[in-house]
């Protein structure tokens, strides 16, 4: 017998065993068969992404030592962002996919914000540190906005002094004549 399989104790027609014996035996030998490359299989395939799943409960042991505040409530929290969530979804209702899926996601993200600001901000320190690319992304993001907001405050500050200029000259020409 396999290791895998475990033999039950199971009412058989006795009637039906006497008469058919062969039956009896190749299910037996069949279900035992299966139930040992099942086990088998199993075992590949646990060996096979065991690492994957490994990684995957390293970084969550972690994820939850790092980032999780013992000092915040969450059982009102997490229902205050359960609402949060719903009530997106309300308001996005008659709205297209994409839009629905997005004011969903930004009023359940931003209900998490609010109701576990710890949380949160521990949330993207963890997150920048795991992942620098992400980082690396958010500081490009950041720079080309203070470039835009720069360009754009000068491109305000020219015509604002051209307007000026203009309005002096036209109020120069109204007096003089």
Request: charged share 25%.
């Amino acid at each position: 017998m396999s290791y895998y399989y475990q033999e039950e104790q199971v009412e058989n027609n006795q009637e039906l065993k006497n008469d058919l014996p062969w039956l009896a035996d190749s299910i037996h030998d069949g279900r035992s068969k299966v139930y040992c490359a099942l086990g088998f299989a199993g075992l590949k395939l646990e060996n096979a992404f065991g690492w994957i799943l490994s990684k995957e409960r390293k970084t969550l042991s972690i994820a939850k030592q790092e980032i999780f505040s013992s000092d915040e409530r969450k059982l009102p929290g997490i229902a205050y962002v359960a609402v949060g969530g719903m009530a997106g979804n309300i308001f996005a209702r008659n709205r297209i996919a994409p839009t629905r899926w997005l004011v969903t996601t930004l009023a359940t993200a931003g209900t998490f914000v609010y109701c576990f600001p710890k949380t949160s901000r521990k949330l993207g320190v963890f997150t920048e540190t795991r992942f620098p690319a992400l980082r690396e992304r958010r500081e490009q993001l950041c720079q080309q906005t203070r470039q835009t907001l720069q360009n754009t405050e000068t491109s305000v500050n020219r015509y604002a002094e051209l307007a000026q200029n203009q309005y002096q000259d036209l109020v120069n020409r109204i007096y003089k004549h």
